[in-house]
């Protein structure tokens, strides 16, 4: 058998992290059984659908790298098939016109209830012979007895009474199909052989199998993914943070990082934490899949981030820090070499906004020193090690290639004092923190003038703070 799956979101909005697991689990299955993963844009419901949320989905599933196989499928460019398939059903009697009004349904949902019973339609039309007529809707004719059983690759055996189901309208008045009969129709035309989508469906499935059994088409398989939860253990929704897998590229997390951290979110193999597609492909097992609910966990995707990071190719960072400072307006200047800024903030960034944080300091002139570090270190026995480190700074001819941790320490040897009482002072003059890489490493990227510039600033505040106290 071809294994065929496909991924087919409604374009009301963004691809979301629930979406994206769902179709990298469909993307996974079919490559690892050399079938076909195909794309099907779900856009019947004319009014939520947007071209701008089709596009969202394009985007997100580019960036993730889940190239589809063979064109894109629109169901709004199928109605056709879909009107000659309710046609067939009903000229085979396995559909019938309906005319119940809004009002009769409406009471006798409301008697079931009362009397404790599923709301379901009673059938009233279902032998009447109805001919079409502008307020009339199709109904399938759901068998009356027996049970419909599937096995689910997820949730295992799963089995309802046909008495549970009722006879589901497929085509409304104005003849456009609903969402149970269009995706049964696709799924047996586009040969999907595995059906993997989220369980928010499973109660869909036994309705549609008996579409699939009035059609005499071979059923495919189910497999149904458990939802996402929040970390609060709510179903994950936007005020969980992003749940748009473009909002994590926006965010600064690379996009392997990002599938990474999917491909773990209900699936696991041992005790694996990193995967490259390759392994997920050769790995992943859709009968592995947990049943359970998974949590998303910012921190893990945080740790997946920091790992892909500091493995990534330097100037692939560069491009994307560069990126970064120019969405926030920021230039970066002619001199700096930013394959020099990746390499030292790769081991310690989770991010790319991270990383672009903390290495403002490198781009921009030091306006402000942080306070309680001013009146730690911007003391009076600052002004020695300063000074000194001006002097040799201003000695050294070949920037780039001189011992600058050397510099420091002759200081440090020199004044005889602490290495803090001269690192301290010079890493606030160099980034207005206390915190950051190792001084020497700044300084040779900062290059010669620019340190200079720096350590005379700090210096003249110092100088202004002790005359004020
Ligand atoms: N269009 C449906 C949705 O976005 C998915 C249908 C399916 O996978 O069967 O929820």
Redesign the pocket.
């Known amino acids: 058998m071809t294994v065929v799956t496909?991924?087919?979101?409604?374009p009301t909005g963004y691809l979301h992290v629930g979406?994206a697991r769902?179709a990298l689990f469909s993307y996974l299955f079919a490559r690892a059984n050399k079938g076909k993963f195909i794309l099907r844009i779900?856009d019947t419901d004319r009014e939520r659908s947007t071209q701008e949320s089709v596009d969202a989905i394009f985007q997100g599933m580019e960036w993730l790298g889940l190239e589809h196989d063979g064109e894109v499928y629109f169901q709004t460019e199928r109605f056709d098939r879909y009107k000659e398939k309710v046609q067939q059903l009903l000229d085979e009697d396995k559909a019938y016109y309906c005319t119940c009004s809004k009002e009769r349904l409406d009471e006798i949902r409301e008697k079931q209830m009362q009397n404790g019973e599923k709301p379901r339609y009673d059938g009233k039309c279902r032998h009447l012979n109805l001919p079409n007529s502008d307020d009339a809707v199709v109904r399938f004719k759901n068998p009356t007895d027996g049970d419909v059983v599937f096995d689910d690759y997820v949730r295992g055996v799963i089995t309802t009474s046909n008495k549970e189901l009722d006879d589901l309208i497929i085509a409304r008045p104005d003849g456009t199909p609903t969402?149970n009969f269009t995706?049964v129709i696709d799924?047996v035309d586009m040969q999907i052989s595995h059906?993997i989508?989220?369980d928010?469906?499973i109660n869909?499935t036994p309705r549609q199998i008996n579409i699939y059994h009035a059609l005499g088409a071979e059923l495919p398989r189910f497999a149904h993914l458990p939802m996402i939860l929040g970390d609060d253990g709510a179903r994950l929704s936007k005020r969980h943070g992003a749940v748009s897998v473009m909002e994590y590229a926006k965010n600064g997390y690379l996009p392997e990082a990002v599938l990474n951290y999917l491909v773990r979110l209900g699936w696991s193999y041992e005790d694996k934490e990193l995967f490259t597609k390759d392994e997920m492909i050769e790995l992943f097992d859709l009968k592995k899949v947990n049943r359970a609910p998974s949590s998303f966990n910012t921190s893990k995707l945080d740790w997946i981030n920091q790992q892909y990071i500091q493995n990534a190719d330097t100037s692939r960072l560069a491009e994307l820090l560069k990126n970064r400072y120019n969405d926030s307006g920021i230039q970066v200047p002619q001199n700096l070499n930013l394959n020099q800024v990746v390499e030292m903030f790769k081991a310690r960034s989770t991010t790319i906004n991270a990383m672009a944080d903390s290495s403002l300091f490198l781009l921009q002139d030091i306006t402000e020193y942080d306070e309680n570090t001013v009146k730690k270190v911007f003391k009076e026995s600052a002004i020695e090690p300063l000074q000194t480190l001006i002097t040799k700074c201003n000695e050294i001819d070949d920037w780039s290639n001189a011992d600058l941790h050397g510099l420091i320490e002759e200081t440090v040897n020199d004044l005889q004092v602490g290495f803090g009482k001269v690192g301290q002072p010079l890493r606030v003059a160099l980034t207005g923190q206390s915190s950051g890489p190792a001084n020497d490493e700044i300084m040779k990227i900062l290059g010669k003038e620019e340190t200079l510039k720096r350590i005379q600033q700090a210096l003249s505040v110092v100088k202004e703070n002790i005359t004020n106290q």
Request: aromatic residues 12%; without cysteine; charged residues 30%.
């Open positions: 496909r991924f087919a979101p409604s979406g769902t779900e969402y995706v799924d059906v989508r989220g928010d469906h869909n």
